[in-house]
């Protein structure tokens, strides 16, 4: 029996009687991470990994029907044997490993293959069936180490403050603020938004520390943003309150600013190709590293990816999901379409 059907709830599990990441309320959702097109409100119960639900709870007020499991745990659901593996993608994000008869199934989520030391490294897991994301599933896409992006950040930042130019970095508040707060953090004092300490506040209840930030309040003094670095997420990015700070410099952190297209999103004054996705080798070395023998292609650029995995001798197919309406690259990309 196949392990797995779409549907238009979502992905399911008919003999387990769950679903993984569905789009509308279900019975009983696995869900792989926090982000906001994984999660939806609404199910009756919940499954993920321990440090998924303090976020979880913060978020949706999620609590009393979420059930958690470390990574590795197997435990049966019908006779359904399942088990969280590290997809690398945000705290507490996992791939979702199915097995029946010796039939095994594993759904990816979001994933990246390099380790961004606060995330656990994604772990590739042999499977006859792989689900994987194509978010950035074009050869463009080829990120340079996250220490380089770091060292190019820290720099505009250092130039800025020569300038007098606040600094302000947009990235999503789950994910990529953290890992820039745990890389700069050593350099100039970092003022965050309230969606972003909230967040802060949700892992250290966990036992993940980040260093200390300041959250950003009406009282806070402009003159002190100036001297530190201002990190929000994108929906803020064209709001009266960005314009009123003094002498702003905006700078975006996404995959998307890797092509010209992106680092021209709403006139940003730099673009740094910082993504919590795989890019194209990643995507290719972690599905190869399944040895899967039939791969489903979900949101991004799906029709070129699972083209190329056939040509390459890996049985593929595109699906369509809901995935990525929420997601702090996808919502960028909308933006860069629609200018």
Same mark, same amino acid.
């Given at each position: 029996?196949?392990?797995?059907?779409?549907?238009?709830?979502?992905?399911?599990?008919?003999?387990?009687?769950?679903?993984?990441?569905?789009?509308?309320?279900?019975?009983?959702?696995?869900?792989?991470?926090?982000?906001?097109?994984?999660?939806?409100?609404?199910?009756?119960?919940?499954? @993920?990994?321990?440090?998924?639900?303090?976020?979880?709870?913060? =978020?949706?007020?999620? #609590?009393?029907?979420?059930?958690?499991?470390?990574? *590795?745990?197997?435990?049966?659901?019908?006779?359904?044997?399942?088990?969280?593996?590290?997809?690398?993608?945000?705290?507490?994000?996992?791939?979702?490993? %199915? #097995?029946?008869?010796? /039939?095994? @199934?594993?759904? !990816?989520?979001?994933?990246?293959?390099?380790?961004?030391?606060?995330?656990?490294?994604?772990?590739?897991?042999?499977?006859?069936?792989?689900?994987?994301?194509?978010?950035?599933?074009?050869?463009?896409?080829?990120?340079?180490?996250?220490?380089?992006?770091?060292?190019?950040?820290?720099?505009?930042?250092?130039?800025?403050?020569?300038?007098?130019?606040? !600094?302000?970095?947009?990235?999503?508040?789950?994910?990529?603020?953290?890992?820039?707060?745990?890389? %700069?953090?050593?350099?100039?004092?970092?003022?965050?938004?309230?969606?972003?300490?909230?967040?802060?506040?949700?892992?250290?209840?966990?036992?993940?520390?980040?260093?200390?930030?300041?959250?950003?309040?009406?009282?806070?003094?402009?003159?002190?943003?100036?001297?530190?670095?201002?990190?929000?997420?994108?929906?803020?990015?064209?709001?009266?309150?960005?314009?009123?700070?003094?002498?702003?410099?905006?700078?975006?952190?996404?995959?998307?600013?890797?092509? =010209?297209?992106?680092?021209?999103?709403?006139?940003?004054?730099?673009?740094?190709?910082?993504?919590?996705?795989?890019?194209?080798?990643?995507?290719?070395?972690?599905?190869?590293?399944?040895?899967?023998?039939?791969?489903?292609?979900? *949101?991004?650029?799906?029709?070129?990816?699972?083209?190329?995995?056939? /040509?390459?001798?890996?049985?593929? &197919?595109?699906?369509?999901?809901?995935?990525?309406?929420?997601?702090?690259?996808?919502? %960028?990309?909308?933006?860069?379409? &629609?200018?």
């Amino acid at each position: 029996m196949a392990l797995i059907e779409f549907t238009n709830k979502g992905i399911y599990c008919k003999k387990g009687g769950f679903y993984i990441d569905p789009w509308h309320p279900v019975d009983y959702a696995v869900t792989t991470h926090g982000h906001a097109d994984h999660v939806k409100w609404g199910n009756k119960n919940y499954l @993920c990994h321990d440090l998924t639900k303090p976020i979880l709870t913060q =978020r949706y007020g999620l #609590e009393d029907n979420v059930q958690t499991l470390p990574y *590795h745990q197997q435990i049966d659901i019908n006779g359904i044997k399942l088990s969280l593996h590290p997809a690398g993608h945000v705290i507490g994000s996992s791939q979702i490993r %199915l #097995e029946y008869k010796g /039939e095994i @199934c594993v759904v !990816s989520g979001d994933y990246k293959v390099e380790y961004d030391e606060i995330s656990t490294a994604f772990e590739p897991v042999k499977c006859h069936t792989f689900v994987s994301e194509s978010t950035f599933g074009l050869p463009i896409y080829h990120w340079e180490p996250q220490h380089i992006i770091f060292k190019q950040i820290i720099n505009w930042i250092t130039s800025n403050h020569q300038k007098q130019k606040t !600094s302000i970095l947009i990235a999503y508040s789950l994910g990529k603020a953290q890992r820039l707060i745990k890389n %700069l953090s050593s350099d100039y004092p970092i003022y965050v938004h309230n969606s972003i300490a909230n967040l802060n506040e949700a892992f250290a209840a966990a036992g993940v520390n980040l260093p200390k930030t300041i959250r950003i309040t009406p009282e806070t003094k402009k003159e002190d943003l100036q001297q530190g670095i201002v990190i929000i997420p994108p929906a803020l990015a064209d709001g009266k309150w960005v314009k009123s700070l003094m002498q702003p410099a905006i700078g975006i952190c996404s995959g998307w600013m890797m092509v =010209r297209a992106g680092r021209r999103w709403r006139s940003a004054d730099a673009g740094f190709a910082l993504s919590d996705h795989a890019d194209w080798p990643g995507l290719l070395d972690a599905i190869k590293a399944t040895e899967a023998e039939k791969v489903f292609v979900t *949101h991004g650029s799906t029709a070129i990816f699972s083209k190329y995995l056939n /040509e390459i001798g890996i049985e593929a &197919e595109e699906v369509s999901t809901k995935y990525g309406a929420d997601d702090d690259d996808d919502v %960028l990309i909308k933006s860069i379409q &629609e200018n």
